[in-house]
């Protein structure tokens, strides 16, 4: 049987960065899963139960002792298979575990996730449901002045509200 492994063999596809920097950017992405895909009461799940978990759900075999390695930067040449067995169970993209660096459209998912998780920010989207296109603009434009008065970075905007605006879009990038 075959492995492949994310080290830094970049004829086998991996990236020319050292083994080291893939395992720090690895730890630094489990460890933001495990901290984003819990329940907002809960503790992040443990090694031993999302290992648990992995394995039930998608049948690669791996044990809580690996995760931990993998979380640590102590396993700096993780397989594929098992960065896809978490992926999945997670519900990410393997390529955002495979790959080096930020992809922007999940890590933009998973803030979105982690900011839903806040009840304040529930609420405040609740009390914006229903409201016309006009007054949402006039609320985000409020949000982000109150957001440069507690010198907190800009949001970007998501891409375009208007949901045939985003189905143009789509269109249009299939045709380039």
Do not use: C
């Not at 102590?74 to 080096?100: C, W």
Request: no cysteine.
């Amino acid at each position: 049987m075959k492995r492949e492994y994310m080290g830094s063999a970049v004829e086998a596809g991996g990236s020319s960065q050292p083994a080291e920097a893939n395992a720090a950017d690895l730890s630094v992405k489990l460890d933001k899963l495990f901290e984003i895909m819990r329940k907002p009461s809960e503790p992040p799940m443990s090694n031993a139960a999302a290992a648990e978990a992995i394995t039930k759900q998608t049948g690669v075999s791996i044990s809580p002792a690996y995760i931990w390695q993998l979380r640590t930067g102590v396993k700096n040449n993780p397989t594929v298979q098992h960065l896809r067995a978490i992926a999945e169970f997670f519900g990410v993209a393997p390529s955002y575990l495979i790959d080096v660096g930020v992809d922007p459209q999940i890590d933009a998912q998973l803030n979105l996730l982690q900011a839903l998780r806040d009840s304040g920010v529930r609420d405040l989207a609740m009390r914006a449901s229903g409201l016309t296109p006009q007054a949402l603009n006039s609320l985000a434009a409020m949000v982000d002045h109150i957001r440069q008065l507690e010198q907190l970075p800009p949001v970007a905007p998501s891409q375009e509200r208007d949901p045939m605006a985003v189905a143009n879009a789509e269109i249009a990038g299939h045709r380039s």
